[in-house]
């Protein structure tokens, strides 16, 4: 509650998740970005199941676009 009100107060609203949830997608979605592995941050996140880690691991659509392939035959 208290990083939910924290949230609150300094007007940051507009997210899917709340409070402490929203600060462990953050480090998760950040440390994947730098090039973590999801059993990295899993371990830092203390879960025991990578299932769990890649609900708080978020993958950056942009960084997906880089690595995908054209269409063939063109934009359509």
């Known amino acids: 509650m208290i990083a939910k009100q924290a949230l609150e107060r300094a007007g940051i609203d507009g997210y899917a998740h709340h409070g402490a949830h929203l600060f462990r997608h953050s480090l998760a979605t950040d ?3 730098s090039g973590a592995s999801f059993a990295e941050i899993g371990q830092l ?10 609900i708080y691991a978020k993958l950056d659509i ?4 880089e ?3 054209p269409w063939p035959g063109g934009v359509q």
């Open 45 to 54: 996140l203390r879960y025991r199941s990578l299932d769990s880690t890649r």
């Open 31 to 33: 440390l994947l970005r």
């Open 67 to 69: 690595l995908s392939l």
């Open 62 to 65: 942009e960084k997906l676009r």
